[in-house]
T-cell receptor
Framework: NAGVTQTPKFQVLKTGQSMTLQCAQD?????MYWYRQDPGMGLRLIYY???????DKGEVPNGYNVSRLNKREFSLRLESAAPSQTSVYFC????????????FGSGTQLSVL | EDKVVQSPLSLVVHEGDTVTLNCSYE??????LLWYKQEKKAPTFLFML????IEKKSGRLSSILDKKELFSILNITATQTGDSAVYLC?????????????FGKGTRLHILP
């Protein structure tokens, strides 16, 4: 079972560059989430999507956009990367029988120089 | 504003000790509280709590929820070096349209041999 697949695993950007983080899940989950994790800060919610076609802002949405392309895929876009966006990004999904249990991707280590 | 506060932020104990980690929360329309363990990569699920006073147990780990006082504790007895990790508390609440899951900053636990 693939679960939640997140790409890329590592990325280095220059300030002002753009990029999209991809996330796909094969568990037929309705809800998908993007979190960022900085040292000592736990996981902070960037955006989430409760179902295909809906997205909502989380705790730290500024500087990001998302697209829920279909039920499987939820992408996170940085239009103009800033050093403050250097972080580890996790995609997660939940739904089905264990609705509140989050399944995480393996994370993306992003550095913005 | 929804928030999850964990304490202590950091804890160092000797192998064999018992530890108690705390999580307090304020969230709109509470649905569930979750505990995760994070070692090197993505968090792994430990417990989901929805009802007050009912202890969840898994081996040396146990957790309980108090919905009146808005907190939960995670106990680890007879700690081992393999318990060293960051322990994350998360709460699911119902927004005006969708549910979202937010995390605390975590407790970094280090077990000395």
């Amino acid at each position: 079972n693939a679960g939640v697949t997140q790409t890329p695993k590592f990325q280095v950007l220059k300030t002002g560059q753009s990029m999209t983080l991809q996330c796909a899940q094969d568990m037929n989950h309705n809800s998908m989430y993007w979190y960022r994790q900085d040292p000592g800060m736990g996981l902070r919610l960037i955006y989430y999507s409760a179902s295909e076609g809906t997205t909502d802002k989380g705790e730290v949405p500024n500087g990001y956009n998302v697209s829920r392309l279909n039920k499987r895929e939820f992408s996170l876009r940085l239009e103009s990367a800033a050093p403050s966006q250097t972080s580890v990004y996790f995609c997660a999904s939940s739904g089905g029988r264990f609705r509140e249990k989050l399944f995480f991707g393996s994370g993306t280590q992003l550095s913005v120089l | 504003e929804d928030k999850v506060v964990q304490s202590p932020l950091s804890l160092v104990v000797h192998e064999g000790d018992t530890v108690t980690l705390n999580c307090s929360y304020e969230v709109t329309n509470f649905r569930s509280l979750l505990w995760y363990k994070q070692e090197k990569k993505a968090p792994t699920f430990l417990f989901m709590l929805t009802s007050s006073g009912i202890e969840k147990k898994s081996g040396r780990l146990s957790s309980i929820l108090d919905k009146k006082e808005l907190f939960s504790i995670l106990n680890i007895t007879a700690t081992q070096t393999g318990d060293s990790a960051v322990y994350l508390c998360a709460v699911e609440g119902m927004g005006h349209r969708d549910d979202k899951i937010i995390f605390g900053k975590g407790t970094r636990l280090h077990i000395l041999p």
